[in-house]
């Protein structure tokens, strides 16, 4: 059995990690699309109609998707690696939600532009990008990475399409 050069075994890790972020690259393009595919063809009414008391009707749930795009992964990451970045990209989401009476086709096409940039930046990330942390932590869990982020994103994405699944299943 041979042992690996130090520089080789280096250099191995660095393919693993770049082989990571294509793959989540891949898995944001995905479900960018899969989001687009489950409020197709969807009237308003359906998209408006609440699940329950407590929860979130599907339009509701494509507003936090948006938001999460744009003031969330689609900003954060930039700010963290000191490109340009919105005003408030250091400011938490709200998780109170007024988008019942928005127009669910123009939110779902300010998702597609904000995903196709994030797709962009995410695509842009080089392997030791990954370890940037930032002081910017809103959940008061443990400090977060861009690699943490960006393993989370398509994460989020698929756990809100299920919820709205879910919703909409129940109408």
Same mark, same amino acid.
């Given at each position: ?77 930039? *700010?963290? %690696?000191? =490109?340009?970045? /919105? ?6 989401? @709200?998780? $109170? +939600? #007024? ?47 861009? *690699?943490? %982020?960006? =393993?989370?994103? /398509? ?6 399409? @299920?919820? $709205? +699944? #879910? ?5």
């Amino acid at each position: 059995m041979s042992i690996e050069p130090p520089a080789a075994h280096a250099r191995y890790c660095v393919d693993v990690m770049q082989a990571d972020i294509d793959r989540l690259v891949s898995e944001l393009e995905q479900s960018g699309r899969d989001v687009q595919r489950a409020y197709q063809g969807r009237t308003d009414v359906e998209l408006s109609r609440h699940q329950g008391t407590d929860g979130w009707c599907a339009k509701q749930i494509l507003g936090h998707l948006v938001e999460a795009e744009g003031d969330v992964f689609g900003a954060l990451i930039p *700010g963290m %690696l000191g =490109r340009t970045a /919105p005003a408030n990209w250091d400011t938490p989401p @709200s998780m $109170v +939600r #007024a988008d019942c009476d928005d127009d669910a086709m123009a939110m779902l096409s300010r998702f597609a532009v904000l995903r196709a940039i994030g797709v962009m930046t995410a695509r842009s990330l080089r392997v030791e990008d990954l370890e940037i942390t930032s002081d910017r932590n809103w959940h008061k869990g443990p400090t977060e990475t861009i *690699g943490d %982020l960006l =393993r989370h994103w /398509p994460e989020h994405t698929r756990e809100h399409l @299920s919820q $709205v +699944r #879910a919703v909409l299943e129940s109408s």
